[in-house]
């Protein structure tokens, strides 16, 4: 595996993100194989999706371009990405067909799909599943989402889930042993100090800024941009949610192996996975609201219980995902596989021997849905 935290290469260069990315390829352990339950809470959305761009994507001022572009912002290697990038053609489709002058058919715009994801993704596996016979182009844009990574007003849908809650930096303070916000014997801000928290929190809104400040200047006036992503109702501790309990078990697992010497201590205490996962939807409102070029057109949560539909949490599956996820992070803190195999399998029995209680912390509001309109330009 690459090591994305040099993001431009080898021999010493500048530090400049905690990211690590999702495991390549389609083997057991990658994300291609292991991301279903991001895709069943990606469909649970889809139709709330196509209803957006039925009421409100300006379809008659956006097709004088010809081609309607749309961007996937952390798309990871799929197969996700596709079907969701789909769902959104097929709408702007329907909203095309629905609207259009029968006398001038030939005006049927043509459509170009964007994926996204840091540079060391593996974007080979992405592309070589994309289906040879379609009718839209695709073209990779690798880069931080955090940054302008388009041209100026060039996008007229912006699409992210699961994403946009990875932090592409940990917060400084977390590595400075002396800090307040040292965060000793715990892998996240789950039942940690407020230090803890409010420094993920506030690398989390500078980073929110930050992307909403580069989907300002790339999408043109009209424009909707999607956000899927962790959340949660600004009262609800994340330590009675599925996640919260997880990063729980993570750390008493860790502390377990200290104690039998497998890993050090000091191992644990400077280990953090860069996740923010409580954004409230009155944060959101607050952070959009004073980048100002956008208008909320629909904020939701909803929970793993509503798209799960009753069907029981795989727990095996899903510590599975957790590691096609996070995995990259574990091995390059901890340095060895045989380390990670033994985390997540005592993580998988823990889960199990608490699978009564599964039921009720996946009855919690975790997903935010976002969708946002970017306000017309008006030009001087
Ligand atoms: C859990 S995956 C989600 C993939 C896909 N959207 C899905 O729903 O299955 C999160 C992806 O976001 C990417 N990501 C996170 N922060 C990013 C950033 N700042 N710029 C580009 N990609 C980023 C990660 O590299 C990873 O591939």
Aim: proline share 5%; aromatic share 10%; hydrophobic share 40%.
């Amino acid at each position: 595996m690459s090591d994305s935290s040099l993001m431009n290469g080898e021999n010493g260069l500048k530090k400049v993100t905690s990211l690590l990315p999702t495991n390549g390829g389609n083997g057991s352990y990658s994300y291609f194989k292991n991301s279903y339950y991001q895709r069943i809470s990606a469909i649970f959305e889809h139709k709330k999706i196509s209803e957006e761009i039925a009421e409100k994507f300006d379809v008659e001022d956006l097709s004088l371009s010809k081609a309607i572009r749309i961007a996937d912002l952390g798309c990871a290697t799929g197969p996700n990405t596709i079907m969701n990038m789909l769902n959104i053609v097929e709408a702007i489709k329907q909203k095309y067909e629905a609207n259009k002058c029968p006398a001038i058919p030939s005006t049927r715009p043509e459509f170009q799909l964007f994926f996204n994801d840091l540079v060391t993704n593996d974007f080979n596996t992405l592309f070589k599943s994309l289906p040879e016979d379609r009718d839209y182009f695709v073209a990779g844009v690798p880069g931080s989402f955090l940054d302008r990574i388009f041209p100026e007003s060039s996008l007229h849908f912006v699409y992210t889930s699961h994403s946009l809650h990875w932090l592409f930096k940990l917060p400084a303070e977390l590595e400075e042993e002396n800090s307040p916000a040292w965060n000793k014997g715990r892998v996240h801000y789950t039942n940690a100090p407020d230090d803890v928290a409010d420094a993920y929190k506030s690398q989390f809104c500078e980073e929110v800024r930050k992307f909403l400040d580069a989907r300002a200047k790339e999408l043109v006036g009209g424009g909707m941009l999607v956000i899927i992503m962790s959340g949660t109702p600004v009262d609800l501790p994340l330590s009675s949610t599925a996640n919260g309990k997880m990063f729980e078990f993570m750390a008493s697992t860790l502390m377990e192996m200290v104690r039998e010497g497998l890993i050090k201590e000091s191992q644990v205490d400077s280990f953090n996975l860069p996740l923010y996962q409580s954004a409230s939807p009155e944060e959101i409102v607050d952070i959009v609201e004073r980048n100002g070029c956008f208008s909320i057109e629909r904020l939701e949560l909803s929970k793993p219980s509503s798209w799960l539909k009753g069907a029981a949490v795989d727990v095996p599956a899903w510590m599975m995902h957790a590691r096609a996820a996070m995995e990259g992070n574990f091995i390059k803190h901890f340095g060895s596989n045989e380390v990670v195999d033994e985390v997540f399998k005592r993580l998988t029995k823990k889960h199990l021997d608490h699978s009564e209680l599964l039921p009720q912390w996946c009855n919690q509001d975790v997903q935010l849905f976002i969708v946002l309109k970017r306000k017309k330009i008006i030009s001087m």
